[in-house]
Antibody, heavy 125, light 108 residues
Framework: EVQLVESGGGLVQPGGSLRLSCEAS????????IHWVRQAPGKGLEWISR????????SYLDSVRGRFTISRDNAKNTVFLQMTSLRGDDTGVYYC??????????????????WGKGTTVTVSS | DVQVTQSPSSLSASVGDRVTLTCRAS??????LNWYQQHPGKAPKLLIY???NLHSGVPSRFSGSGSGTLFTLTISSLQPEDSATYFC??????????FGGGTRVEIK
C-alpha cells in the first residue's frame, strides 16, 4: 500500500522547536518530490515547503524561510521538517504529500496524489 | 504570485442535485489546476488534475472543466458522501503550489 505517515507533532511553547518526520512506504521514495502542507484550525490549506527527489533542492513559504528546514534520507524513506522559533500562527495539522507529474504536450503538470494523515502541531504557552 | 479564489465559500444542495464550484486564477494558468476533496478531520484527496483529468478511483459524477483563469468542478448528481470541502490548487507558479480558500458543500 502506498502511504505516508507523519510523526513528531505535539505541544510546544512559542520560540520552541519540533522535528516532524514523514515515512514513506509502498513506492520508490527516491523518485518523488515531497512537499509539506499545513492547515490551521478551521482554515484552508497552505503550502509550506518542498524537497526534490535527491534532496539537493528545497523551497519554502516566505513566512517559514529561515525557521524551517526540510531534508530527506532516501535510505530510510523519510522526509524531515525541522521547525524552530515556532509561533502561534504555526499551529495546525501538517501534512506530508507526494507530488507526481505528467507530461502533456509540452508541459509538465504537478499534482499531490498521496497525502499522509497529518500530525498536529500546537504552539502555545 | 498566482492567487486562486473559490466561490461560493459554501453551498447547500439536495441529494441528486447538479452542483458547480468555481475557481478563478489571478492570471492565466492554462490547465495548471487541480481539485481536492477534504472530509472533516481527514486528509485531502486528489479528485481532478490538469483541470479535467479524473484521478484514479474517483467517481465519474465528478468532472472538471476550464482553462486560463476560470475553472469549474461539477458534481453531476450529489451524493451524501460528497459532503466535504473542496479546494482548487494552481501549479503554474512554482514552487508554492497555492490553494484556493475552499468551498464547503453541505447536504440539505
Amino acid at each position: 500500500e502506498v502511504q505516508l505517515v507523519e510523526s513528531g507533532g505535539g505541544l510546544v511553547q512559542p520560540g520552541g522547536s519540533l522535528r516532524l518526520s514523514c515515512e514513506a512506504s509502498g513506492f520508490t521514495f527516491s523518485g518523488y518530490w515531497i512537499h509539506w502542507v499545513r492547515q490551521a484550525p478551521g482554515k484552508g490549506l497552505e503550502w509550506i515547503s518542498r524537497i526534490n527527489d535527491d534532496g539537493t533542492s528545497t523551497s519554502y513559504l516566505d513566512s517559514v524561510r529561515g525557521r524551517f528546514t526540510i531534508s530527506r534520507d532516501n535510505a530510510k524513506n523519510t522526509v524531515f521538517l525541522q521547525m524552530t522559533s515556532l509561533r502561534g500562527d504555526d499551529t495546525g495539522v501538517y501534512y506530508c504529500v507526494r507530488v507526481s507529474g505528467s507530461f502533456i504536450q509540452t508541459n509538465y503538470y504537478y499534482y499531490m496524489d498521496v497525502w499522509g494523515k497529518g500530525t498536529t502541531v500546537t504552539v502555545s504557552s | 504570485d498566482v492567487q486562486v479564489t473559490q466561490s461560493p465559500s459554501s453551498l447547500s444542495a439536495s441529494v441528486g442535485d447538479r452542483v458547480t464550484l468555481t475557481c478563478r486564477a489571478s492570471q492565466s494558468i492554462g490547465s495548471f489546476l487541480n481539485w481536492y476533496q477534504q472530509h472533516p478531520g481527514k486528509a485531502p484527496k486528489l479528485l481532478i488534475y490538469v483541470a479535467t483529468n479524473l484521478h484514479s478511483g474517483v467517481p465519474s459524477r465528478f468532472s472538471g472543466s476550464g482553462s486560463g483563469t476560470l475553472f469549474t468542478l461539477t458534481i453531476s448528481s450529489l451524493q451524501p458522501e460528497d459532503s466535504a470541502t473542496y479546494f482548487c490548487q494552481q501549479t503554474y507558479s512554482t514552487p508554492a503550489l497555492t490553494f484556493g480558500g475552499g468551498t464547503r458543500v453541505e447536504i440539505k
